[in-house]
């Protein structure tokens, strides 16, 4: 074997060694990359303000997650979820109804007729969903 066939041979093989370690390394990021998202959909599903996640909480009779879950919402301009103005509703119509007791309790009538006024903008888009705005006056003795 000569001198330059060998030096030949040496090259092509630090070249192919390279090839495989570059081939290699982007295989290792493409897996990883893979786990990265999967795992954000895991995550994002878990966190997910979905019409689930509303119902599970008004079958509860839980309001306070469901104002803050109907502006993230709508802070996020979320779209996809068909059935959730209702929710959003009830929501607002109980973030409305705790401020205006705060309000009239402290005696500020001015401020506590905003939030009466509030209440009543959310009473239409209830719908279906009346019978929460019955608990909700009970549980907060607007009744």
Known sequence: MKLSEFVER?????????????????CILLVAKCYYLGE?????????????????????????????????????EKSGYKNLSESYAVGKYYEAATMYRIHLEAGDTERAQHWKARMEEQV?????????????????GLQ
């Open 124 to 140: 239409p888009e209830l719908k279906d969903f009346a019978l929460f705005q019955d608990d909700i006056d009970k549980r907060l």
């Open 10 to 26: 040496e090259t092509r093989d630090k070249r192919a060694l390279l090839l495989d370690f570059l081939i290699v390394g982007a």
């Open 40 to 76: 954000e959909l895991i995550w994002q599903s878990r966190m997910s303000n979905s019409e689930n996640s509303f119902y599970r909480h008004l079958e509860m009779y839980d309001y306070p997650p469901v104002v803050g879950m109907a502006y993230q919402n709508l802070a996020e």
